[in-house]
């Protein structure tokens, strides 16, 4: 990845290392804890806190300047409890569900991206859905939105099956990564500024270890401006159904209109579109020629 986004990530991390040390004699220690400390639904929270005084938050200090690989992050990423407007949310829907799935144990924690670690395409969305992504754990997964994207994936050949119902489906994914700039299902699907700048730094790194990206399929203009803040483009470039942005670094960004019902229910974004976008984002990845 760049340059600058490296350097975004120092800056961000680079006043912590005074009081860490050399982050990378502590990463096996930070791993073998943060994986006791993985949390267990909705009452984690109650029995692995992260805030006030004492050794934990010491130990997410530590944590924050380790990203040396895409399941330490994710690690990070389960854990976090930056947002409360989030975390009481997430947690709120995770307990009290939808008639539906009463007899499910919701997710209800942040969820990490997920996909080919060596993918040359990486779909950015917005964040969670409260009964889908929060609810399975995965990203884009349990409601009509990863209905329409997996079909879309299989189709274009980078999805093993055309349909995504849990984390232990099987699904695969080929050449491909799937990920949101917020990782916490928000209230009406609209995350604060503040949520989406506390999140960036995740964001960020994820992008970091994707090495091998060469296209951003941004699914709506959330995603869209998220990767050009990434890149700090200026001016932003506008965000439209089908639009390419030219990247530094041999690299492009293409926008879609989000697989929201919103879209596909009004015929905003048909079966036909999507597909071509996805030719477009293959094309550019130099998947086809």
């Known amino acids: 990845m760049e340059k600058s986004i490296g350097h975004r990530i120092l800056s961000d991390t680079g006043s912590r290392m005074g009081v860490v040390g050399a982050s990378g ?104 859905g409260a009964h889908g992504a929060n609810r399975t754990g995965r990203m884009f997964t349990g409601d009509e939105s990863g209905r329409w994207l997996y079909r879309a994936l299989w189709k274009a050949g980078w999805a093993s099956q055309a349909e995504s119902t ?55 203009g959330f995603g869209f401006d998220a990767v050009a803040r990434l890149y700090g483009l200026k001016p932003k470039p506008k965000f439209s159904h089908g639009v390419e942005v030219k990247l530094p670094g041999e690299r492009w960004l293409v926008g879609s209109y989000h697989v929201s019902q919103q879209n596909t229910f009004t015929g905003r974004l048909t079966e036909s579109m999507l597909d071509g976008v996805m030719r477009k984002a293959a094309k550019r990845a130099g998947l086809v020629r």
């Open 25 to 128: 004699s502590l990463s096996g220690h930070i791993s073998f804890c943060l994986d006791r400390l993985r949390p267990c639904g909705a009452k984690s929270s109650e029995n692995f806190p992260l805030g006030g005084t004492g050794f934990l938050p010491y130990l997410r200090l530590q944590a924050e300047v380790s990203f040396q690989d895409l399941p330490a992050l994710e690690r990070e990423i389960v854990i976090c409890r930056k947002c409360p407007r989030l975390v009481k949310w997430r947690e709120k829907v995770a307990r009290e569900k939808k008639a539906v799935y009463a007899k499910e144990t919701y997710w209800g924690r942040p969820v990490p991206g997920w996909g080919d670690p060596q993918a040359k395409i990486v779909i950015v969305g917005l964040a969670p």
């Open 166 to 220: 849990g984390r232990e489906d099987g699904l695969q994914l080929k050449g491909l990564w799937i990920t949101a700039p917020v990782k916490c299902a928000p209230p009406t699907n609209r995350p604060s500024t503040n949520e989406r700048d506390a999140c960036a730094g995740y964001f960020y790194r994820e992008m970091d270890l994707l090495k091998q990206a060469r296209v951003y399929l941004a699914l709506g």
